[in-house]
Every structure is written in structure tokens, then in C-alpha cells.
């Protein structure tokens, strides 16, 4: 384990399904970020935040709506996906937001595997 | 925008062979440059960080360069093993900008 736990692993669902991934970080990082990885493709930033607010909404589908109720859980609710939305949802936190002054390493969880069928 | 580039996609090497494996950046005022490992269904594990300032990273067999005049990033793995085998992505970093740029990858594969 990398410290950054992602919940489920895999979750296949239904384009009128509505399920929430979970992300929980216990390294006492103080921001978070949702990518996005397809198959064959750059990670894609989806979300980021920093002390529990919001610094980035990368022009997401408002069918992907994140929740950070603490600098420990960010969550990513699914609602009416598309079958272009499968892909492995990887979270990851730092100490520091990426581009702030000092060494900062992104640390990431295992993702989060989702098929939408 | 920063645009990072892997090349090649796919690399196979026979088992002992070291391994040179390329990252380009479009914009040179990076702040950091990052390699990470990705087994295949799973996340990211951090290697190295090289910062704006240094000129490479060194752990155990691995060793990564930095030239950001020339836009590049090299990740040098010595003796290649077949636990080696993975996708390595490279992500660079600008200041005051916390959109990690990433490459799409090099997947390896070290034969036995």
C-alpha cells in the first residue's frame, strides 16, 4: 500500500447508476487530485483540491461531481455515465499543491477500475 | 500548455541489457520532472524527482537526467530485470502550476 487507499477497486455499472468512488490519505498530505487514465492516453487532471476547497475543475461533465469533506477523503460521485467514461480513476495527494516550492511528490492509490456498460 | 512526450511507446529487452528510456518537454521553465512505475491495473509509484536546479537523481539502479535546455529527461534503469517490466511515465511540473503534465508512457518488457 502507497498510504493513498482507493475504494472499490473495480465497479462496473449501468449508464443510469449512480456510485461514489473513495480516496483516503492518512500521510497528512494537504491536497488532492481525481485523474483520469484511458487506455493508450496522458493522465487527464480532472480535480484538484487544497485544504479541503476546490482549486480545479478541469472542465469535467458535470456527471462526475468530486466531494471533500476533509483533507483525509475526497470522493468522486457517478451519476448517468457514458461508456466513454471507462477508464481507471487514480487519486493521488501531496503535501503541498504540485508547482509549490520544494521537493513534492504526487503519491497515488491503485485506482479505481470502472466499466460503464 | 506543457506537452510531454514519450518515446517510444513500447521498448523489449533481453534480460542484463540497461535501459535508456526518453521524456521531452515543450516548455523549459519546469519546476520539477518526475518518473513513476505503473504495473499494468494498478497506480503510480513515485521513482525519482529531479528539481529545476539539479542535474539528476540517482536510486540504486536507477538514475535519471535533467537538461532542461534541451527539453529532455532521461531515465537510465542499469541490468535490466524482469520485475522491471512496467509502464514509466514521466510527468513534468511548472512553477505556481499545479497541472502535472504527463507523457503516456514507455511499457517495458525485460525478457528472461
Known amino acids: 500500500e502507497t498510504g493513498v487507499t482507493q475504494t472499490p477497486r473495480h465497479l462496473v455499472m449501468g449508464m443510469t447508476n449512480k456510485k461514489s468512488l473513495k480516496c483516503e490519505q492518512h500521510l497528512g498530505h494537504n491536497a488532492m487530485y481525481w485523474y483520469k487514465q484511458s487506455a493508450k492516453k496522458p493522465l487527464e487532471l480532472m480535480f484538484v483540491y487544497n485544504f479541503k476547497e476546490q482549486t480545479e475543475n478541469n472542465s469535467v461533465p458535470s456527471r462526475f461531481s468530486p466531494e471533500c469533506p476533509n483533507s483525509s477523503h475526497l470522493f468522486l460521485h457517478l451519476h448517468t455515465l457514458q461508456p466513454e467514461d471507462s477508464a481507471l480513476y487514480l487519486c493521488?495527494?501531496?503535501?503541498?499543491?504540485?508547482?509549490?516550492?520544494?521537493?513534492?511528490?504526487?503519491?497515488f492509490g491503485a485506482g479505481s477500475r470502472l466499466t460503464v456498460l | 500548455k506543457q506537452e510531454v512526450t514519450q518515446i517510444p511507446a513500447a521498448l523489449s529487452v533481453p534480460e542484463g541489457e540497461n535501459l535508456v528510456l526518453n521524456c521531452s518537454f515543450t516548455?523549459?521553465?519546469?519546476?520539477?520532472l518526475q518518473w513513476f512505475r505503473q504495473d499494468p491495473g494498478k497506480g503510480l509509484t513515485s521513482l525519482l524527482l529531479i528539481q529545476s536546479s539539479q542535474r539528476e537523481q540517482t536510486s540504486g539502479r536507477l538514475n535519471a537526467s535533467l537538461d532542461k535546455s534541451s527539453g529532455r529527461s532521461t531515465l537510465y534503469i542499469a541490468a535490466s530485470q524482469p520485475g522491471d517490466s512496467a509502464t514509466y511515465l514521466c510527468?513534468?511540473?511548472?512553477?505556481?502550476?499545479?497541472?502535472?503534465?504527463f507523457g503516456a508512457g514507455t511499457t517495458v518488457t525485460v525478457r528472461a
Open positions: 510527468a513534468a511540473g511548472l512553477p505556481n502550476d499545479y497541472k502535472l503534465s
Open positions: 493521488a495527494s501531496s503535501h503541498r499543491l504540485a508547482g509549490s516550492s520544494g521537493a513534492n511528490v504526487l503519491t
Open positions: 516548455d523549459s521553465a519546469i519546476y520539477n
